[in-house]
């Protein structure tokens, strides 16, 4: 997908290279184990984990690079979501669902991959649009104009009978989405913006967060860093909207509101902003932390007695939870900073043990 | 910090192995109940909830089904799809349910159904009235309500009939499957039964202020005998009030949205002379000798009654589960399916239940209530005489 750019850097290539690889490795026997032993479940979650850490590391380099705090990427989720799922449905399908449609996208049926990549180019072109007037904007007030935004495409798929079906179910969408190529995305997105935020782009973002002024007056284009970093952020996050459409398959307008706008930044938060090992590992906490409250609310035996289910306990739990993170850890659980894998292999001894960063 | 970073993980993983592991059931038959707790859909769900773990208490009490205890195994949806897709395929995997039922809204059941079906076993919907549903999801999604089309063809009928209403302006949100579908099927009905739209309108779901639809309805040379208002539960009360205070006087039709306390504590007296169709009258007082003797068991488990017709669905859904699994003489999912498609004359609190050959919507009766003096009142049980095709 994207090409390697060598650059001249202080450590040698393979010694660079062993954290990324190790954690890859490390990743595809996860993966490869999931994939022939673990049931359904065990894969649903961990497909699950795949897309929002696209979702999130997206958000990232929008939020936590370029200090644009978006509240409205889950616009472009929807956007990415309602193009791939309309590209893909089957033509008998959409005869049926949806008869109003222009006859040569009716008879159209694409297969998952470009109905993906057309679905992100697509969020990436509104973006484009959006970003160049919004990008403008400075601190609270683009946190407001992307919420706007959300609302402005939430009244759109309400109202565009013709395509959405307005407020009602988008049904039968193929279950494209499978442990591998949402994984692959999902390295895909990590190493794309891993790579641009190491790179004099990433540092401009930053310069551009931490000091406008400053930025300005060293050269840097504020405006061009973050629209960059907008719309590579909008082409993700669309491309895991595409990925969500085949996984659930059935959905509405309302799926794509401020309910899942604010699990993703929870997300982010909670693993910290800046960082993408810290996006990586605030999904991994939020999806396995909820999904164990969860099936704890449900009751269970302590032997002595069997405690009742009480539902909702798991969301004031998480809640709970994320008050404390915030109060002792005010900059999300990895602070900005990066999991070095490097530094925990040769801690370890031994290269070939370690928890990778994604 | 990171070797604790890494035992919390694998402690977590751990945990969740442990979470999945089967616990053996032995000689319990296992249903999967999935109702939306908490979130926006739980006011309808949590009712429906208690009503078919009353019937399974009651099931359980009489001796079970073929010797064994029903045990329900429940997961609360959360009103959210990704959660309800894991707690489904956890109830097909790890539970090994023999049937799944529950939800009261399509998007909820279309989460779980496909679930349910890929691993052959049926899903019945308790409330989910949509008549398309059972399209979307191929043999294994059964409708325990009757479906929109069904509740609108007797709306319309007994507005024609008993209200004599020549004329229907009509309201409605266009923010619900629901609402749409449900305008949709009394148009066609209305106008089949030589009845005129004079003015059709809309709103979005959770509008406040109906001023420029009732300008607009108010300023129509020919006066509508009739308001069809197809809304949801948490407008209908908003809605009513407004069209009331307004200076309308006409009798408001609606559906089984307008099912809610809600109508009456909003609308207070604007709620007078509205009618709409449901599933059945919980009434202590009026209701039939079924509803009368599920309200006292309701009563006595939970200490209050049922809150709407929702509770009594979730009842007659086990009721209607075991009755299949009693016919089909074992808790084999297949033999379950056969048998629920042959279910014939079930009687329940919300009507008899009837399968036809090849349609997995029940043929059930429509209760249609009028509000009168605050209270929700029988008007007439309609079986309608045509219904719209879905």
Redesign the interface.
């Known amino acids: 997908m994207q090409p390697e750019s060598p650059r001249g850097g202080s450590p040698s290539l393979p010694s660079r290279l062993a954290g990324p690889a190790v954690s890859l490795a490390l990743l595809a026997i996860i993966l490869a184990i999931a994939s022939f032993f673990a049931g359904d479940y065990l894969q649903r979650i961990l497909i699950i984990i795949g897309i929002n850490t696209i979702l999130v590391v997206s958000l990232n380099l929008s939020n936590g690079f370029t200090g644009v705090f978006s509240l409205g990427h889950v616009g472009f989720m929807a956007i990415g979501a309602y193009t791939a799922a309309v590209l893909t449905l089957p033509v008998s399908l959409k005869v049926v669902n949806l008869p109003s449609l222009p006859h040569w996208l009716q008879q159209l049926a694409l297969p998952f991959l470009p109905a993906t990549l057309i679905a992100g180019l697509l969020a990436m072109l509104v973006a484009f649009l959006v970003g160049l007037s919004l990008m403008r904007l400075k601190g609270a007030y683009i946190s407001v104009a992307t919420l706007g935004f959300l609302v402005i495409v939430q009244v759109i798929l309400v109202n565009w009978d013709q395509v959405t079906r307005g407020a009602r179910t988008f049904a039968g969408v193929p279950p494209h989405s499978t442990l591998w190529n949402v994984w692959i995305w999902a390295v895909v997105a990590v190493y794309i913006v891993w790579r641009l935020g190491a790179s004099a782009f990433g540092r401009d973002m930053r310069a551009a967060r931490d000091n406008e002024v400053a930025a300005l007056s060293l050269g840097i284009s504020v405006l061009r860093s973050r629209l960059l970093a907008f719309c590579l952020s909008a082409f993700l996050t669309g491309v895991a909207g595409s990925l969500w459409a085949h996984f659930i398959t059935s959905f509405s307008p309302k799926s794509f509101y401020f309910t899942q706008a604010f699990n993703i930044i929870t997300m982010l938060v909670i693993g910290g902003l800046g960082s993408v090992s810290g996006s990586v590992i605030g999904v991994f906490f939020i999806t396995v932390l909820s999904e164990l409250l969860r099936n704890a609310e449900r009751g269970f035996d302590l032997g002595v007695f069997r405690l009742p289910p009480i539902y909702g306990a798991s969301q004031i739990l998480m809640a709970v939870l994320f008050v404390l993170v915030i109060v002792f850890r005010p900059a999300g659980l990895l602070g900005g900073r990066e999991i070095d894998v490097r530094a925990i292999l040769r801690r370890l001894g031994a290269p070939r043990r370690g928890k990778g960063a994604a | 910090m990171?070797t604790r970073?890494?035992i919390v993980?694998v402690a977590?993983?751990a945990?969740?192995?442990a979470?999945?592991g089967g616990k053996g059931g032995g000689n319990a038959i296992k249903i999967g109940m999935l109702y939306n707790?908490?979130g926006a859909q739980a006011s309808l769900d949590a009712p429906s909830a208690n009503g078919a773990k009353l019937a399974a208490k009651e099931l359980n009490a009489a001796g079970g089904v073929l010797g064994k205890k029903i045990e329900l195994v429940?997961?609360?949806g959360?009103t959210?799809?990704?959660?309800i897709?894991?707690s489904a395929?956890?109830l097909?995997?790890?539970d090994k349910v023999v049937a799944m039922f529950g939800f009261s809204d399509?998007?909820m059941t279309?989460?779980a159904a496909?679930i349910a079906a890929k691993a052959g076993v049926v899903f019945v919907t308790s409330g989910a009235t949509s008549p398309k549903l059972p399209d979307?999801v191929p043999e294994y999604l059964y409708l325990a309500c009757f479906g929109d089309n069904v509740q609108a063809a007797a709306a319309a009928e007994y507005s024609v009939n008993a209200l004599q209403a020549k004329s229907v302006y009509l309201l409605i949100d266009?923010?619900?499957?629901y609402t749409?579908l449900l305008g949709k099927y009394f148009k066609e009905r209305f106008v089949e039964l030589g009845g005129k739209v004079v003015l059709e309108d809309n709103y979005?779901?959770g509008d406040k202020d109906f001023s420029a639809q009732l300008t607009k309805l108010k300023g129509l040379k020919a006066k509508p005998d009739l308001l069809f208002i197809s809304s949801g539960p948490d407008d209908v009360g908003t809605i009513v009030k407004q069209v009331r205070d307004s200076g309308l006087t006409q009798p408001i039709m609606g559906g089984d949205g307008y099912d809610t306390p809600l109508l009456v504590e909003v609308a207070g007296a604007g709620a007078e002379n509205v009618y709409f169709t449901t599933h059945s009258l919980i009434d202590a007082d009026l209701g039939t000798d079924a509803v009368k003797k599920f309200i006292t068991a309701y009563q006595a488990e939970y200490k209050n009654a049922p809150e709407n017709a929702f509770a009594g669905l979730g009842y007659d859904t086990v009721k209607l589960l075991a009755d299949a699994i009693k016919r089909a003489g074992s808790a084999d999912p297949k033999a379950i399916r056969t048998a629920l498609q042959a279910t014939k004359g079930l009687a329940g609190v919300t009507g008899e239940i009837s399968y036809q050959e090849g349609s997995r919507i029940p043929q059930k009766g429509v209760t249609v209530i009028l509000v009168k003096d605050g209270k929700f009142t029988l008007a007439q049980e309609v079986v309608p005489q045509k219904v719209p095709t879905p």
Request: charged letters at 15%.
């Open positions: 990171k970073l890494a993980l977590a993983v945990l969740l192995a979470g999945c707790m908490t429940a997961f609360d959360k959210d799809a990704a959660t897709g894991n395929t956890q097909a995997q790890t399509s998007d279309m989460a496909p979307q266009k923010g619900m499957e749409l979005q779901t």
